[in-house]
Nanobody
């Protein structure tokens, strides 16, 4: 059974930092593309950052220079370090795991709320 469990969300003032973590189980973590998405009510879920099994990371333009995605294959965990947070970063953040080298498999975590106050 595949599980993605996010942690680290919360309430922070603008300009502050948070670090999200997503612990994965049930997948061969190192070969999966791992990503963070975010969503507000009534809005489309958007990609925040992605770190592939092979290749370079990519970020949404709105978070470049402020957020950093990383992963620890030994711990089956992907992180999102969020600095210089802005109120517009407020959203539910979801962890995503995707395998696309053959049959496509996609999994989602349950989400963690990030609220940035002004």
């Amino acid at each position: 059974q595949v599980r993605l469990v996010e942690s680290g969300g919360g309430l922070v003032q603008a300009g502050g930092s948070l670090r999200l973590a997503c612990a994965a189980s049930g997948i061969t973590f190192s070969i999966y593309n791992m990503g963070w998405y975010r969503q507000n009510p009534g809005e489309r879920r958007e990609l925040v950052a992605r770190i592939p099994g092979r290749g370079s990371t990519n970020y949404a333009d709105s978070v470049k220079g402020r957020f950093t995605i990383s992963k620890d294959n030994a711990k089956n965990t992907v992180y999102l370090q969020m600095n210089s947070l802005k109120p517009e970063d407020t959203a539910v953040y979801f962890c995503n795991a995707e395998y696309d080298r053959g049959p496509k498999y996609t999994y989602w975590g349950q989400g963690t709320q990030v609220t940035v106050s002004s």
